[in-house]
């Protein structure tokens, strides 16, 4: 389906997680004035409902926007909550686009109830279980896209398969950097493993967005996000190469990319090594309970 060059994106509808604030809502509000209907995943209510309102007001004033944006709400830490939003989202019309861009970093080890370390599970297992869940959907609306936001933490990553949830060591940049790896190594083998489907994947480091992001981390990561927000790109900013991953024609059939400013980067040696994204596919499958 294919809307105007003032609305490219009218009747296509795309899935944003972690809608509520920063990049996720920008590029909501964004994809909105494009035409596309957005459905916005969010943990908290209220800040969901407020971003909503915002999403809305871009769908009204744009013309030739089709559907009304509207909002699901989930906390990304919880297989079980995961498994219920893909079942609501199945039953949408379609799905051409699927934004995976919550995503968190913590101070302390925590561990989520499904005794996952917390960062590995909502960085990584829950995009990881999301788009396996919604693949039918994808498929079957294709042409579509999968559009995962990583980092360029991922350069600063020390994966160890054997202790993804830092039992061993916990750091909290270290902990985050692996499961921005683990987005650009899932991104990989799910673009191997959709050839032909008609559905592409790509990842994207949007750039360091002054943002709630990091209200979490350790005293002296809010410390240093609040001392230099005003260096720091705005969220609309860091949406940019996310939305153009979710809509320009240029990119509708290049898959398996690492972009960075909306042009492909090559990642690093780790985040190129395609027998650990199988290694770390099979992994995830087991522990989120998905057949390989």
Known sequence: MTGSSATPMAGRVC???GASSGIGKATSVALA???????LVCRDQSRGEAALT?????????TGSEGQPSLELADLSSMEQIRALAAKLAQLPRLDVLINNAGLVVARRQLTADKFELTLAVNH???FLLTNL????????APARVVTVSSIAHRAAVPRLDDLHSERRYLAMLAYANSKLANVLFTRELARRLDGSGVTANCLHPGTVHSRFGHTGALWLRLGLAIGGGMLRTPESGARTVVYLASAPEVAEQTGG????ARLRK???RARDDQ?????WAISARLTGLAI
């Open 276 to 280: 650990l994204a199988r290694e770390l």
């Open 258 to 261: 690492y972009y960075v400013s």
């Open 134 to 141: 919604l693949r039918p959907k994808l498929e079957a609306s």
């Open 15 to 17: 899935v944003v997680t």
């Open 125 to 127: 297992l829950a995009p």
């Open 267 to 269: 990642p690093s040696r």
């Open 33 to 39: 004035g494009l035409g596309a209907t957005v459905v």
């Open 54 to 62: 915002d999403v809305a007001a871009a769908a009204a004033s744009t």
